[in-house]
């Protein structure tokens, strides 16, 4: 299972906010394009898509997957850019 992870300051204390993607099957933070957090859903998706694996993660991880698990207005922004 997928969850989302809102990571706060907890990186940063410049106040950026970063989210990352925890798999509970594999108890890691998920991996795309060697990234592991992203700002905005634009970049998760670029790395998303970008990542040399994507053949396979797409096989078991559709994009619309973690579109569904995204919050809507984190942290004050529309849930994807793309809407």
């Known amino acids: 299972m ?6 706060k300051d907890q990186i940063t ?6 989210f990352a993607w925890y798999d509970t ?3 890691t933070f998920e991996t ?3 990234s592991q957090a992203w700002e905005t859903w634009g970049e998760f998706e670029d790395d998303f898509h970008g ?5 396979y993660i797409e096989g078991i991880h ?3 997957r973690y579109r569904r698990l995204f ?3 984190w942290p004050n922004m529309r849930r994807w ?3």
């Open 32 to 34: 795309h394009n060697y």
């Open 81 to 83: 850019e793309s809407d």
């Open 62 to 64: 559709d994009i619309e």
């Open 51 to 55: 990542d040399e694996s994507y053949v």
């Open 13 to 18: 204390c410049d106040g950026t906010h970063e």
């Open 71 to 73: 919050p809507k207005g």
């Open 2 to 7: 997928i969850r989302f992870i809102d990571l």
């Open 25 to 27: 099957v594999t108890d």
